[in-house]
Nanobody
Framework: VQLQASGGGLVQAGGSLRLSCAAS?????????IAWFRQAPGKEREIISC????????YYPDSMQGRFTISRIDAKKTIYLQIRNLVPEDTAVYYC????????????????????????WGQGTLVTVSS
């Protein structure tokens, strides 16, 4: 499995951005949990959201509710992160990552935990928000 994130760039505060994560190597009978993370300069990596490849169920930590939307298009094997009303504090490198160790993902019921445990990571895409 490989992931490639793209879509970052320089954006003015108040704007929106859609990041893409192109996945390859997914096998039809397997399930995956895909997540978006970010890491700002001098700060720890934080999780933004997780989505089930199997059924599209999603999870957002309380701190990420509202301005972030994760989605996927199966046919394109691509996972998206829409960010609205960007603020300078959103400046960070954004990563997508995959869990390959789950059999049946379900983030809506939280039977699958959305945390830092991911085996495959993309290279990251830089988002810079100017004030």
């Amino acid at each position: 499995v490989q992931l490639q994130a793209s879509g970052g760039g320089l954006v003015q505060a108040g704007g929106s951005l859609r990041l893409s994560c192109a996945a390859s190597g997914f096998t039809p009978d397997d399930d995956y949990g895909i997540a978006w993370f970010r890491q700002a300069p001098g700060k720890e990596r934080e999780i933004i959201s997780c989505i089930s490849w199997r059924d599209g169920s999603k999870y957002y930590p309380d701190s990420m509710q509202g301005r972030f939307t994760i989605s996927r298009i199966d046919a394109k094997k691509t996972i998206y992160l829409q960010i609205r009303n960007l603020v300078p504090e959103d400046t960070a490198v954004y990563y997508c990552a995959a869990r390959t160790d789950i059999y049946y993902s379900d983030y809506e019921s939280q039977s699958t935990v959305c945390d830092q445990t991911h085996q495959v990571w993309g290279q990251g895409t830089l988002v810079t928000v100017s004030s």
